[in-house]
């Protein structure tokens, strides 16, 4: 039977996820629940981890982890959220826009703030993929234009079982305005480009104070677990993060657009079509602005299932808390990994055919050439067959940690 799951209902519970890029999904609090962080070092050892000394990543950050990659934010690994800085700043109209900062291309402010660097973001701005702003006199930003309207109910109903996805139907719980993009080029500021998902917009201060929870999501992003605004500068936010695998390595990013509405209902994001305008299909060449992610439609489900994965599994399968779990997706790089790490996300769904799963073969995958070795060989495709490779989608999903 089809179920649906209203934002507000789900939202009232600090669990909630989101999910890896596609669908709605969260984990239970306490590590293990699902087998995607990595377990203490010291199991089938006869010394506590205490012993073990501290991980090789304070040494060195491209070593087993963890490492905090967004550095500006507070993470809770057990809650899976990051709690970050909020910055106010208005439309030249005079409209607030209450955002958060992730990326950019300037690396040494990036350094400074604790920010992710990616220089592949310097090739989105084509199309309305990124709007202009100025900084001004007091330190605020003023946008040229992109308004985000948070008023509608975000809704996904599954598809009938066994294929739960597609849905039957989705309405995201909210929807840039056309020429809405997370992405800025500071005009007097460098000509640098930010990565500045809004949060809020055009409200004041007291209308977004949520500092305890209990959200009103008609206000604000679906990922907002609280939000406390501190005069008129900014505040803090914390949200849900989403664990993904990165290279076989756990990770965890915060999704925040996508230029698909489908997409952005089933991900807790917002619906911001003029990222549509970011190339996509060519990752890793010349002016890529793009990595790639690697949803599958219908890899293996089942709660208890250590295997499980995908979009079926995570639109049908629940923890015991009753809350969905989440699809556990395959990402391209990401900082300390690769040297080509991009906030933006090509999306490339993938398809188990009916041999691979009648042969067994099908599985949970944690590396983009391990999934990538199982298309060459034919056991995965497109939808339906059709052949592997971009949907056209780009998603919006800062990296946050590294858990190895």
Not at 60 to 71: F, S, T
Not at 331 to 344: E, N
Request: net charge negative; charged share 20%; hydrophobic share 40%.
């Amino acid at each position: 039977m089809s179920r649906t799951v209203s934002r507000r209902s789900v939202f009232r519970s600090a669990a909630m996820v989101g999910a890896l890029t596609l669908a709605a999904a969260t984990i239970a609090p306490a590590l293990g629940a699902d087998p995607v962080l990595p377990p203490p070092s010291s199991v089938g050892t006869g010394i506590p981890l205490t012993y073990q000394g501290p991980p090789p990543s304070e040494v060195d950050r491209n070593l087993v982890g963890p490492v905090k990659l967004l550095r500006a934010g507070e993470v809770n690994e057990r809650k899976m959220t990051v709690t970050l800085p909020l910055y106010r700043g208005a439309l030249v109209d005079g409209r607030s826009v209450w955002y958060i900062l992730t990326d950019t291309t300037d690396e040494r402010n990036a350094e400074a703030l604790g920010l992710n660097f990616s220089a592949k973001l310097n090739y989105a701005a084509v199309g309305n993929a990124v709007r202009r702003a100025w900084l001004q006199e007091d330190g605020s930003i003023q946008f040229e234009q992109g308004a985000v309207d948070f008023s509608p109910e975000r809704v996904v109903v599954p598809g009938d079982a066994p294929n739960f996805f597609p849905p039957a139907s989705f309405q995201a719980g909210s929807k840039g305005g056309p020429r809405y993009t997370p992405l800025f080029r500071l005009e007097n500021g460098g000509k640098h480009i930010y990565n500045a998902p809004v949060v809020a917009f055009d409200v004041e201060e007291d209308e977004i104070d949520f500092c305890d929870g209990d959200v009103d999501y008609s206000k604000v992003h679906d990922r907002v677990l609280s939000i406390c605004p501190d005069g008129e500068r900014g505040g803090t936010v914390t949200l849900q993060m989403t664990p993904i695998f990165s290279f076989a390595k756990p990770s965890a990013y915060i999704s925040t657009e996508a230029s698909d509405p489908m997409v952005a209902a089933l991900d807790s994001g917002t619906h911001a079509p003029a990222l549509g305008d970011t190339v996509v299909g060519f990752d890793d060449g010349a002016f890529s602005a793009v990595e790639r992610l690697f949803p599958i439609a219908n890899g293996p489900t089942g709660a208890d299932n250590p295997q499980r994965q995908g979009l079926n599994s995570a639109l049908s399968d629940v923890g015991e808390d009753g809350k969905p779990l989440p699809p556990v997706h395959v990402i391209g790089g990401l900082p300390t990994v690769a040297l080509d790490y991009s906030p933006l996300w090509d999306l490339n769904l993938g398809e188990w055919t009916d041999e691979a799963i009648d042969k067994g073969y099908r599985s949970r995958l944690i590396d983009e050439f391990q999934l990538l070795g199982m298309v060459e060989q034919g056991w995965l495709t497109g939808p339906d067959g059709a052949p592997f490779g971009s949907t056209g989608i780009v998603v919006n999903c800062p990296i946050v940690i590294r858990f190895l």
